[in-house]
């Protein structure tokens, strides 16, 4: 494998994905397109920094790729907010295609951003739907599982999923240097249960897995304050 350090990304070939991965022709093929289609569309809007398009497949295909590890063993929908490029949204979209029972949302509030989403998926036959639309003026899309990459800080970010959330749901959330600062600042105002996976793309990053979501009432705030 060659890969080479460039501004703290490494440059991965199709072939060193294929290697961490141990993806199917198939599913490689459905990253190449993907990979060619935001080449050129990114030289007419900013879907990802100029520098990071070399670094595609390691910066991320395999950054949103990794994702699959947490996933439950069982789900049907999956919502991607704030999608942009589609990481992690449409890398998962192609798992949803392999599983073939499975349905991907994606949330872009962007027009263009929307139009390159939606070529993707038709290009590459996959099973998503992409709403150009503020995710808090969406209907309840009573989701599995929840994602988002550089989308909002964790209260923020649970406020615009907790309206799409099943009651078992679960959030992955791809964070970096201020994950541990955001949990404490979202214990403010949720109750959650949160276990933290190292980034394998990032050493400062991690990858965060958080269940039993909801808001707290005032109840749960003086009982909070009490137990101090």
């Not at 294929?18 to 459905?30: A, C, E, Q, Y």
């Not at 289609?37 to 879907?47: A, C, D, E, P, V």
């Not at 910066?59 to 990794?66: E, G, I, P």
Request: aromatic fraction near 8%; charge should be neutral.
């Amino acid at each position: 494998m060659t890969a080479l350090k460039t501004d703290q990304n490494l440059i991965w070939t199709p072939q060193d994905f294929t290697d961490h991965t141990n993806v199917p022709r198939g599913t490689l093929s459905d990253y190449v397109q993907w990979e060619a289609l935001l080449r050129k569309w990114n030289k007419r809007i900013n879907l990802v920094a100029p520098k990071e398009v070399d670094a595609f497949w390691h910066r991320h295909a395999f950054d949103s790729y990794q994702l699959n590890q947490y996933l439950p063993k069982k789900w049907t929908r999956l919502v991607d907010l704030g999608s942009g490029g589609g990481f992690p949204g449409l890398s998962l979209g192609i798992l949803a295609k392999t599983r073939g029972s499975c349905d991907v949302h994606l949330v872009e509030s962007v027009g263009k951003k929307t139009s390159f989403l939606k070529t993707v998926t038709r290009e590459l036959g996959l099973p998503v739907t992409v709403h150009t639309d503020r995710v808090e003026v969406l209907e309840p899309l009573n989701a599995d599982i929840i994602t988002a990459r550089a989308f909002a800080p964790l209260p923020k970010l649970f406020t615009y999923a907790a309206p799409h959330l099943n009651p078992d749901a679960i959030l992955l959330l791809p964070k970096g240097e201020t994950a541990d600062k955001e949990i404490k600042a979202a214990r403010e105002d949720w109750h959650f249960h949160v276990e933290t996976f190292k980034s394998q793309t990032d050493s400062s990053a991690s990858i965060l897995r958080v269940t039993e979501l909801r808001q707290m009432t005032i109840e749960d705030k003086i009982a909070k304050e009490s137990a101090a």
